[in-house]
């Protein structure tokens, strides 16, 4: 069974821009989470999406936006880049989302490494 | 706020010791902990995941023990590899899917 799959591996960016990365679930995966890793705060949660609805946010700017399709693939935008989006973003699938009784692993892509300029 | 604490921060260690990987978290009300691994410049790979009702898993060389009550988790490695060397992370699910991180174990077997 393929694992999850993120699309760019790599991106340059500049300052004001703004960028779509692409993550796809494990087939028969639903929830999708987003994770934004750094050297300075570590990995923190951005969001999960789950039924093409954001189902938990964190504690990020409207700027990081993201959505989900019907075959459970997901896109997260970054808006108006700043030097401090710099970071490994990974996304993260699981069978159920967090508002199923129960406890669910989560896997984990390869990341998509965005460094803006 | 969950916190997760990751100690230590680094390890080297020879070839063929067994280790132990410590990770504590100040909220005990939790769905499950898993540990995660992560070489360089990648993704996380998960390794073991322990529900809240559970005390301990064990893949292979891998086990890792769960006490809620005290907040702790350890991982322990049998008989590590130079194979082994890398970050390790464990991360708690308080309900909510959105996994707090410890900051993670840089590891080092040197062969």
């Known amino acids: 069974k393929a694992g999850v799959t993120q699309t760019p591996r790599y991106l340059i960016k500049t300052r004001g821009q703004q960028v779509t990365l692409s993550c796809s679930p494990i087939?028969?995966?639903?929830?999708v989470s987003w994770y934004q890793q750094t050297p300075g705060q570590g990995l923190q949660f951005l969001f999960e999406?789950?039924?093409?609805?954001?189902?938990n946010k964190g504690n990020f700017p409207g700027r990081f936006s993201g959505r989900q399709f019907s075959n459970s693939r997901s896109e997260m935008n970054v808006s108006t880049l700043e030097l401090g989006d710099s970071a490994l973003y990974l996304c993260?699938?699981?069978?159920?989302?967090?508002?199923?009784?129960?406890?669910?692993?989560?896997?984990f892509g390869p990341g998509t490494r965005l460094t803006v300029t | 706020k969950q916190e997760v604490t990751q100690i230590p921060a680094a390890l080297s260690v020879p070839e063929g010791e067994n280790l132990v990987l410590n990770c504590s978290f100040t909220?005990?009300?939790?769905?499950?902990l898993q540990w995660f691994r992560q070489d360089p410049g990648k993704g996380l790979t998960s390794l073991l995941l322990?529900?809240?009702?559970?005390r301990e898993q064990t893949s292979g060389r891998l086990n890792a023990s769960l006490d809620k009550s005290s907040g702790r988790s350890t991982l322990y490695i049998a008989a590590s590899q130079p194979g082994d060397s890398a970050t390790y992370l464990c991360?708690?699910?308080?309900?909510?899917?959105?996994?707090?991180f410890g900051s993670g174990t840089r590891l080092q077997v040197q062969p």
């Open positions: 993260a699938s699981s069978l159920q989302w967090s508002g199923t009784s129960g406890s669910y692993e989560q896997y």
């Open positions: 087939s028969g995966h639903r929830s």
């Open positions: 999406y789950f039924s093409e609805t954001q189902r």
């Open positions: 909220d005990s009300a939790i769905y499950n």
């Open positions: 322990i529900q809240s009702s559970q």
């Open positions: 991360a708690v699910d308080t309900g909510r899917r959105a996994l707090t």
